[in-house]
């Protein structure tokens, strides 16, 4: 209760009720800003990871050109240069989103970052959330970067089928978000995270359609392929911006990713760690 003001005359000023409190909703988008500010500025200043986070994905995408320039895509109905724009998605999800993200949540256990963010009134959702969203938002500039490049330098079309390629997009954000904070789980130190990431990201890069579309394998092992993380993801995005899906892969693709996240978000919520570990 607030206590009556005297005025300079001998009155007294009417009360007056206190603000109300933040929504839940509202309290807790105004936590996620803040936390989020906090990280992108740790993120900006940190060059080697901007340096990975911005370059890198660019010099992988030339090889996965020169790659593919060795390899027959006739029958696949894509070009060299939209498989290789398209492989550039998924290297940006791997390297922008899930490496980065794995070494920042290893960083801020380590530094108790965490375990001090969770005494006060965040909760551990937005903790994660906040964590990820300026390598979510590095990654989204870029995807958007290369969709723009492809327009202008390679004349490819805009998105045939936006909304798989936004759905592909959005689901490989979440999976690659969650699957980094269940890595992290496993990572004992920062520099140990360039070991801890590797599996992923090879059998990704070699096996989900980044640097070879599933179209030249043969049908069986093209099967097994369809069944990795991030291989829903691809086609999503693949025909989504270059079109050409059929309902059957679609239906795989979609069922495929969805439940990769869902054992990711599953992980997390098991296996993730708060406290250093020793």
Known sequence: MTTP??????????ERSPSPAPSGWSASLRRLNALARAELILLI??????FVALVLP??????????????????????????ALTGGIGIVLVQ????????????????????????????????LISTALPSVALAV??????VVAG?????????????????GLLVGFVMMSALAAATSAVTRTVQTSQLTTLPLFFVSLFA????????????KLAAVFELLPLTGVMTLVRHGW?????????????VAALAWTAFAVFAVRRWFRWDPRG
Not at 45 to 50: C, D, L, M, T, V
Not at 208 to 219: E, K, R
């Open 58 to 83: 660019i010099v992988m995408i030339f090889s996965i050109r020169a790659s593919l320039e060795q390899i027959d895509l006739a029958g696949t109905g894509l070009s060299v240069a939209g498989a």
């Open 242 to 254: 270059l079109g050409g899906v059929e309902g059957g892969d679609l239906v795989t693709a979609v």
């Open 96 to 127: 922008v989103v899930y490496m980065n993200l794995v070494t920042g949540y290893v960083t801020r256990r380590e530094e108790l970052v965490l375990k001090r963010l969770r005494t006060g009134e965040v909760t551990d959702r937005e903790i």
């Open 208 to 219: 989900s359609g980044i640097f070879v579309p599933l179209d030249v394998f043969p049908d």
């Open 45 to 50: 200043r940190n060059r080697s990871a901007i």
């Open 5 to 14: 003001t005297a005025l300079a005359d001998g009155r007294t000023a009417p």
């Open 151 to 167: 327009a202008i330098a390679f004349d490819l079309s805009a998105p045939k089928r936006p909304e798989l390629f936004l759905l």
């Open 141 to 146: 500039l870029q995807s958007v970067l290369l």
